[in-house]
């Protein structure tokens, strides 16, 4: 059974720091890996998708990594914001036993992110 | 465009009660999902469905029933409410057509019930 760790399971940082936040999973026969945002009472934002052939995707301040034989995912996030304050979710999309896929995601519980300028 | 929409979202349930919550995607997709997201416990996967027509069963489906009779649609019902059922629900849409890889999971905005 797949199992995601978030480590850590909050951070405060001051404005304009550079953070990283840490995702592992056990099962390494992923299809792909998505990094969430989910501000407080909302719901959840992708914000980056990396396929299990990819090392890593960008999106402005945002960079995320996957080694996916070690079961590892980090999501870089530079000169951060007081806006970028909120829970980080990642998860992972295995396919079944059978071989085939119907996309269910297997979420870690998340790192609660506060960004205090 | 609106995405992945759910109503409603509040609602308040005594013990026993029933509701439907319901879920409409307008981006054509054939799979469907119903988490729950409780403190301590993550996004836990309900049912999913495949197409129209077609349900399955996720990690925690006791308690909950779904339909999908039509493709944008995907309703999650309690049929008698429990305390244990209080939590906030996200429905989710993906493609399936293209590469397994490539199919990002697109979420709604939730539903928060309390049972009392």
């Known amino acids: 059974k797949q199992e995601v760790t978030q480590i850590p399971a909050a951070l405060s940082v001051p404005e304009g720091e550079n953070l990283v936040l840490n995702c592992s999973f056990t099962?390494?026969?992923?299809?792909?890996l998505q990094w969430f945002r989910q501000d407080p009472g909302k719901g959840l934002t992708s914000l980056l998708l990396i396929q299990s052939s990819q090392r890593e995707q960008t999106s402005g301040r945002l960079n995320a990594s996957l080694d996916k034989s070690s079961g590892r995912s980090t999501l870089y996030i530079a000169a951060s914001q007081p806006g970028d304050s909120a829970t980080y979710l990642c998860a992972v999309r295995n396919g079944d036993a059978g071989g085939t896929s119907y996309g269910k995601l297997t979420f870690g519980q998340g790192t609660i992110l506060t960004v205090h300028p | 465009n609106a995405g992945v929409t759910q109503t409603p979202k509040f609602r308040v349930l005594k013990t026993g009660q029933s509701m439907t919550l319901l879920c409409a995607q307008d981006?054509?997709?054939?799979?469907m999902y119903w988490y729950r997201q409780d403190p301590g416990m993550g996004l836990r996967l309900i049912h999913y469905s495949v197409g129209e027509g077609t349900t399955a069963k996720g990690e925690v489906p006791d308690g909950y029933n779904v339909s999908r009779l039509k493709k944008q649609n995907f309703l999650l019902g309690l049929e008698s409410a429990a305390p244990s059922q209080t939590s906030v629900y996200f429905c989710?849409?993906?493609?399936?057509?293209?590469?397994?890889?490539?199919?990002?999971?697109?979420f709604g905005p939730g539903t928060r019930l309390t049972v009392t």
């Open positions: 989710a849409s993906s493609y399936s057509k293209g590469r397994e890889e490539r199919r990002e999971q697109y």
């Open positions: 981006m054509n997709h054939e799979y």
């Open positions: 099962d390494s026969a992923i299809y792909n």
